[in-house]
């Protein structure tokens, strides 16, 4: 059973760098094919693809936000980082880490944190 | 602005069936058999329903299909249920540099 879990802040300042670790159980990022992405979505918005990593190493960034993005793994720890520079008010969301299915889906998601950024 | 259109709402009555458009271009869903489509209920995290266009994971009702034409890929949901209110997201693989793309998502509402 796959199971994914975030932790980190809950309240950033602007400009500040918000870090986020995606903890999961049930699957290990050394097997061929496996892959751990990070989503958003601010309060009655639309859900936001950020970045993606895979067993290899391979990193993926939303377009927009890869200037200030940064994805990590610890593959002894089963866990994959996640890294945003720079807040802003507009950042405020719940991010959410998600299992990535070799068929490219989104199969299992963590519960999501709330981050809200605020001076 | 979502890189995937969808209507903002729908609606249907308890028993009917009502479809979900999600239209890209020629370089996500028009190209890929790599649409898949996800339900959230309001303060839970979104749940996977539908992918590679059709394929419904283990533990989804049959009532959940996916079908694709072009560059619009539609979720069906027949038999509605109450329980089928929520909002609903799809999402496309869209190719080495942009690489995954969502939909604005729609609001499902059961009459």
């Known amino acids: 059973q796959i199971t994914l879990k975030v932790s980190g802040p809950t309240l950033v300042k602007p400009t500040q760098t918000l870090t986020l670790t995606c903890t999961f159980s049930g699957f290990s990022l050394s097997t061929s094919a496996e892959g751990v992405g990070w989503i958003r979505q601010p309060p009655g918005k639309a859900l936001e693809w950020l970045a993606l990593i895979y067993w290899d190493d391979d990193k993926r960034y939303s377009q927009s936000l890869k200037s200030r993005l940064t994805i990590t793994k610890d593959t002894s720890k089963n866990q994959v980082v996640l890294t945003m520079t720079n807040m802003d008010l507009v950042d405020t969301a719940t991010y959410y880490c998600?299992?990535?299915?070799?068929?490219?889906?989104?199969?299992?998601w963590g519960q999501g944190t709330m981050v809200t950024v605020s001076s | 602005q979502s890189a995937l259109t969808q209507p903002a709402s729908v609606s249907g009555s308890p028993g009917q069936s009502i479809t979900i458009s999600c239209t890209g271009t020629s370089s996500d869903v028009g190209s890929y058999n790599l649409v898949s489509w996800y339900q959230q209920h309001p303060g839970k995290a979104p749940k996977l329903m539908i992918y590679?266009?059709?394929k419904r994971p283990s533990g989804v009702s049959n009532r959940f299909s996916g079908s694709k034409s072009g560059n619009t890929a539609s979720l069906t949901i027949s038999g509605l249920q109450a329980e089928d209110e929520a909002d609903y997201y799809c999402c496309s693989y869209a190719g080495s540099i942009t690489y995954v793309v969502f939909g604005g998502g729609t609001k499902l509402t059961v009459l």
């Open positions: 998600a299992h990535r299915t070799p068929v490219n889906a989104f199969d299992i």
């Open positions: 590679e266009v059709s």
